[in-house]
């Protein structure tokens, strides 16, 4: 039995790790600190024609395009997005000028005029010229998948925007010196945002140093944006000469930065009497505002999810996210998924309506098993999952006989089975060339990666694995801050990779440092052989292939497998939807730190809960209107109901004791499930969040075609009494 690895483990020296952190920034000296302020544009759409700023420049730093030394691009997939905007504007609240003073009343106090010439925004995705990636997926032949089918069952399923609501907002703080610059900010990604600062300031990259601090949190929102307000911070140091710290209130990160992508998805499923899908039809569009950032990947990843977790022969999938005039939006807890897990379980349940079939049964009957294929030609392996966390789930929560008892009640019961690609798509880790590193200590060892933790419990995780492959105890693992002058690139904090891909690598580099001691201890070690560092690359699995032209192949090494049941309560006069109780069941490959798995799953269940019934944003004019916590709403404790997690595991065989990713999969199952609950009371929702308003409208359309049913009954009646 191993000593960490499935344990709860806690960290006696934890208070000292900490404070170890903190020294590094109290340490630093910062004569001549200046706060910096960001100018954003005020339209939508439009040219910049004039800009004054009518105050007392003196003490003031002002930066704009033509101060940039570098590219003015904030480089990432496609370099769209200029880091200041120079002449065109293509969103509020897009940057155009920084300001940093000293004092932060005169720097707020500052007022700078900027004049515009206004131009016709596109708001409406489905009207966009600009297309920023397509997708085409395609399987068998989708004409003769519809000539078997007995029904034929068509649904368009929308998502909206989606704010991360960090608990921490972005902030930055960036120091010059050697003619290079130092940052130490909020973030996910050290590697993402130095790569984007050696290219915006034309420094070479042993010039430019980034440090994550202690981060309050990301979901995805601190993945691509910290390159943006890293780079605006930057410029200003640089400028200046002085340390700059750029630090978003409340109002500002939400209003600026990045969103979950809103989406349609239409779906035309084709399915036998007996309730065999035999044919899938899917078309994808999502919303990717003002510039490209992530889309692409969130796009690709949302259409490989399309499907939901079942076999069928005929599929084909489209798919495109476009430019509109809004924010643009990015990465975001299930990149993509989310959207399309909806689309493709409130579909099933339509499904099982038509035919008149338990849903349970109905997906029971379609679920993926081992030796099957997906959409891309991938045969699945023997750590599918798809029928064992249906089983328990609706076993656990007793689905078939709740839904029995709260028929003509005010609850309902719905479930939704849904799986979750583990690691980058396609080649992505492949391209990524991941590495870490273990480097011996007198007292044990440290690890070094630029993996970071936002509050996932990554150090945890990583520390118990090393432990236990090098057979030291959990106490003698150190880990190192995540600072590009210190680790290696292990690849961004995303994707539900940190623990599969970034921890494999840290189990094999351990092996070898085991095999290299020998008997000797590790101080013993150093004192006869001097330092030891052992790095380790990624190199993919055998047999996993995969083609970005066409789509094809093994997209994920491996997938976790899901099933939520949520039962809820409609309040008769307010139409509000209360949740009463989750029972999920996940499968993750092996749990290495099980209460940090179970953590992961309570609190994106929660999350999932807000996308699914509270959380709406609401632009107005191409800006967010509802930038504040008094009117966009998040669960608190009191609006989470009790959790029951079911945790299964089946080994992935390239993951390190088994382990595969399950930082996102718990988002993704929570809204569909909420519908078909509410579904299950007689109410049609297809559009999430499913809010008090849009239940009462669906409620109110539903009585009107009940009562046109009624009334075409009775003519029917009429007419043959006549």
Same mark, same amino acid.
């Given at each position: 039995?191993?000593?960490?690895?499935?344990?709860?483990?806690?960290?006696?020296?934890?208070?000292?790790?900490?404070?170890g952190?903190?020294?590094?920034?109290?340490?630093?000296?910062?004569?001549?600190l200046?706060?910096? @302020?960001?100018?954003?544009?005020?339209?939508?759409?439009? %040219?910049?024609?004039?800009?004054?700023?009518? $105050?007392?420049?003196?003490?003031?730093?002002?930066?704009?395009?033509?101060?940039?030394?570098?590219?003015?691009?904030?480089?990432?997939?496609? /370099?769209?997005?200029?880091c200041?905007?120079?002449? =065109?504007?293509?969103?509020?609240?897009?940057?155009?000028?920084?300001?940093?003073?000293?004092?932060?009343?005169?720097?707020?106090?500052?007022?700078?005029?900027?004049?515009?010439?206004?131009?016709?925004?596109?708001f409406?995705?489905?009207?966009?010229?600009?297309?920023?990636?397509?997708?085409?997926?395609?399987?068998? /032949?989708?004409?003769?998948? $519809?000539?078997?089918?007995d $029904?034929?069952?068509?649904?368009?399923?929308?998502?909206?925007?989606? =704010?991360?609501?960090?608990?921490?907002?972005n902030?930055?703080?960036?120091?010059?010196?050697?003619?290079?610059?130092?940052?130490?900010?909020?973030?996910?990604?050290p590697?993402?945002?130095?790569?984007?600062?050696?290219?915006?300031?034309?420094?070479?990259?042993?010039?430019?140093?980034?440090?994550?601090? #202690?981060?309050?949190?990301? $979901?995805?929102?601190?993945?691509?944006?910290?390159?943006?307000?890293?780079?605006?911070?930057?410029?200003?140091?640089?400028?200046?000469?002085?340390?700059?710290k750029?630090?978003?209130?409340?109002?500002?990160? %939400?209003?600026?930065?990045?969103?979950?992508?809103?989406?349609v998805?239409?779906?035309?499923?084709?399915?036998?009497?007996?309730?065999?899908?035999?044919?899938?039809?899917?078309?994808?569009?999502?919303?990717? &505002?003002?510039?490209?950032?992530?889309?692409?990947?969130?796009?690709?990843?949302?259409?490989?999810?399309?499907?939901?977790?079942?076999?069928?022969?005929?599929?084909?999938?489209?798919?495109?996210?476009?430019?509109?005039?809004?924010?643009?939006?990015?990465?975001?807890?299930?990149?993509?998924?989310?959207?399309?897990?909806?689309?493709? #379980?409130?579909?099933?349940?339509?499904?099982?309506?038509?035919?008149? %079939?338990?849903?349970? @049964?109905?997906? #029971?009957?379609?679920?993926?098993?081992?030796?099957?294929?997906?959409?891309?030609?991938?045969?699945?392996?023997? /750590?599918?999952?798809?029928?064992?966390?249906?089983r328990?789930?609706?076993?656990?929560?007793?689905?078939?006989?709740?839904?029995?008892e709260?028929?003509?009640t005010?609850?309902?019961?719905?479930l939704?089975?849904?799986?979750?690609?583990?690691?980058?798509?396609?080649?992505g =880790?492949?391209?990524?060339?991941?590495?870490?590193?273990?480097?011996?200590?007198?007292?044990?060892?440290?690890?070094l990666?630029?993996?970071?933790?936002i509050?996932?419990?990554?150090?945890?995780?990583?520390?118990?694995?090393?432990?236990?492959?090098?057979?030291?105890?959990?106490?003698?693992?150190?880990?190192?801050?995540?600072?590009?002058?210190?680790?290696?690139?292990?690849?961004?904090?995303?994707?539900?990779?940190t623990?599969?891909?970034?921890?494999?690598?840290?189990?094999?580099?351990?092996?070898?440092?085991?095999?290299?001691?020998?008997?000797?201890?590790?101080?013993?070690?150093?004192?006869?052989?001097?330092?030891?560092?052992?790095?380790?690359?990624?190199?993919?699995?055998?047999?996993?292939?995969?083609?970005?032209?066409?789509?094809?192949?093994?997209?994920? &090494?491996?997938?976790?497998?899901?099933?939520?049941?949520?039962?809820?309560?409609?309040?008769?006069v307010?139409?509000?939807?209360?949740?009463?109780?989750?029972?999920?069941?996940?499968?993750?490959?092996?749990?290495?730190?099980?209460?940090?798995?179970?953590?992961?799953?309570?609190?994106?269940?929660?999350?999932g809960l807000?996308?699914?019934?509270?959380?709406?944003?609401v632009?107005?004019? &191409?800006?967010?209107?509802?930038?504040?916590?008094?009117?966009?709403?998040?669960?608190?404790?009191?609006?989470?109901?009790?959790?029951?997690?079911?945790?299964?595991?089946?080994?992935?065989?390239?993951?390190?004791?088994?382990?595969?990713?399950?930082?996102?999969?718990?988002? /993704?199952?929570?809204?569909p499930?909420?519908?078909?609950?509410?579904?299950?009371?007689?109410?049609?929702? @297809?559009?999430?969040?499913?809010?008090?308003?849009?239940? %009462?409208?669906?409620?109110?359309?539903?009585?009107?075609?009940?009562?046109?049913?009624?009334?075409?009954?009775?003519? @029917?009646?009429?007419?043959?009494?006549?």
């Amino acid at each position: 039995m191993s000593r960490a690895v499935g344990r709860n483990v806690v960290r006696k020296d934890g208070a000292a790790k900490a404070a170890g952190r903190a020294r590094y920034v109290d340490d630093l000296s910062l004569p001549g600190l200046l706060h910096a @302020r960001t100018v954003r544009s005020a339209i939508p759409c439009g %040219m910049i024609t004039g800009l004054r700023l009518p $105050f007392d420049t003196s003490g003031f730093t002002i930066v704009g395009p033509r101060d940039i030394p570098g590219r003015n691009v904030v480089s990432l997939i496609t /370099d769209d997005q200029p880091c200041l905007a120079e002449g =065109e504007v293509r969103h509020v609240a897009e940057p155009i000028l920084l300001l940093a003073h000293e004092d932060r009343e005169r720097l707020a106090a500052a007022v700078v005029e900027i004049d515009y010439r206004a131009q016709d925004p596109v708001f409406d995705a489905a009207q966009s010229p600009r297309v920023f990636k397509r997708v085409s997926i395609g399987k068998g /032949d989708i004409d003769e998948g $519809f000539r078997q089918a007995d $029904f034929i069952v068509e649904g368009e399923y929308r998502t909206g925007h989606q =704010e991360h609501l960090y608990i921490e907002p972005n902030g930055m703080l960036a120091i010059p010196g050697d003619g290079g610059i130092t940052v130490v900010g909020s973030l996910q990604c050290p590697y993402y945002v130095h790569r984007a600062l050696a290219a915006l300031l034309g420094l070479p990259e042993g010039k430019v140093r980034v440090v994550q601090a #202690e981060t309050g949190g990301g $979901f995805g929102g601190k993945e691509e944006y910290p390159s943006m307000i890293a780079g605006h911070a930057c410029l200003l140091a640089l400028k200046s000469g002085r340390p700059v710290k750029l630090v978003y209130d409340r109002a500002e990160d %939400m209003l600026a930065t990045t969103k979950r992508h809103p989406s349609v998805v239409r779906h035309r499923t084709g399915v036998t009497r007996g309730g065999r899908l035999t044919a899938m039809d899917i078309d994808v569009l999502m919303d990717g &505002g003002a510039y490209c950032t992530l889309s692409p990947v969130v796009l690709s990843r949302g259409c490989l999810h399309a499907t939901g977790p079942y076999r069928c022969d005929h599929v084909r999938v489209n798919g495109r996210v476009v430019m509109t005039n809004t924010p643009p939006n990015g990465a975001f807890r299930g990149f993509g998924a989310p959207q399309t897990l909806f689309a493709a #379980e409130v579909q099933m349940e339509r499904v099982a309506e038509a035919l008149g %079939m338990d849903p349970s @049964r109905l997906r #029971e009957m379609n679920a993926l098993r081992s030796g099957d294929t997906t959409a891309t030609g991938q045969v699945l392996g023997r /750590d599918t999952a798809a029928l064992d966390v249906l089983r328990a789930a609706v076993a656990r929560s007793g689905y078939r006989r709740k839904r029995r008892e709260y028929r003509g009640t005010n609850r309902g019961i719905g479930l939704s089975l849904f799986f979750h690609g583990a690691g980058f798509t396609g080649s992505g =880790e492949v391209t990524l060339q991941s590495k870490a590193s273990l480097e011996l200590t007198p007292g044990g060892v440290r690890i070094l990666a630029s993996s970071t933790d936002i509050g996932q419990g990554q150090r945890t995780v990583h520390a118990q694995i090393v432990a236990d492959a090098l057979g030291v105890p959990y106490e003698a693992v150190e880990v190192a801050v995540a600072d590009t002058s210190q680790v290696p690139d292990s690849g961004p904090t995303v994707a539900s990779r940190t623990t599969m891909v970034v921890g494999g690598l840290l189990k094999q580099c351990a092996a070898e440092m085991r095999k290299a001691l020998g008997p000797l201890t590790p101080a013993a070690y150093l004192r006869k052989h001097g330092p030891l560092v052992v790095t380790k690359q990624y190199e993919p699995p055998p047999g996993l292939v995969w083609d970005d032209g066409t789509y094809r192949g093994s997209a994920y &090494g491996s997938y976790g497998w899901a099933c939520d049941v949520i039962e809820v309560e409609r309040d008769p006069v307010t139409e509000e939807i209360r949740p009463l109780r989750v029972t999920t069941a996940h499968e993750v490959g092996k749990a290495i730190f099980p209460l940090g798995v179970r953590g992961q799953i309570e609190g994106g269940t929660a999350q999932g809960l807000g996308y699914a019934l509270l959380e709406e944003v609401v632009m107005r004019d &191409g800006a967010m209107a509802n930038a504040q916590l008094t009117n966009y709403i998040v669960p608190t404790t009191l609006d989470t109901p009790p959790i029951d997690v079911v945790l299964l595991e089946k080994p992935y065989a390239h993951g390190p004791y088994g382990a595969k990713g399950v930082g996102e999969m718990p988002l /993704d199952g929570v809204a569909p499930a909420v519908v078909n609950a509410i579904r299950s009371l007689g109410v049609d929702i @297809r559009e999430i969040p499913a809010t008090p308003e849009r239940v %009462m409208a669906a409620a109110h359309a539903e009585a009107g075609k009940t009562k046109a049913r009624g009334e075409r009954r009775e003519a @029917r009646g009429k007419g043959t009494h006549r």
